[in-house]
């Protein structure tokens, strides 16, 4: 079993900036990807940005130039720097991540909890 424990969000004006985390932890052999969805009231969950492994970084359209995402490999860990907010960017946000678990046959997808973002105009 893996758990995702997100950190950071909370509450900020137009134009200021956040950052929010997330730490995966219990039986990790590998991490695929690691990624933030956010969903607003009323809005699908959408995807905000996605790290792999390997590879190039994906951002959602919206966010692109204004959010960073990157992974302390060693940690487990996923930050999300986000930048220029505004009252649009209010949503929960999502930690997701594809773990290969030890002694499983496939990868599985795991969700955080979940923690809010929310800027002010």
């Known amino acids: 079993q893996v758990q995702l424990v997100e950190s950071g969000g909370g509450l900020v004006q137009a134009g200021g900036s956040l950052r929010v985390s997330c730490a995966a932890s219990g039986s990790i052999q590998k991490i695929n990807y690691m990624a933030w969805y956010r969903q607003a009231p009323g809005k699908e969950r959408e995807l905000v940005a996605l790290?792999?492994?390997?590879?190039?970084?994906i951002y959602g359209d919206s966010v692109k130039g204004r959010f960073t995402i990157s992974r302390e490999n060693a940690k487990n860990t996923v930050i999300l720097q986000m930048n220029s907010l505004t009252p649009e960017d209010t949503a929960v946000y999502y930690c997701?991540?594809?773990?290969?678990?030890w002694g499983m046959g496939a990868s599985r997808a795991y969700w955080g909890q979940g923690t809010q973002v929310t800027v002010s105009s």
């Open positions: 997701n991540a594809l773990v290969q678990s």
């Open positions: 790290i792999p492994s390997g590879g190039s970084t």
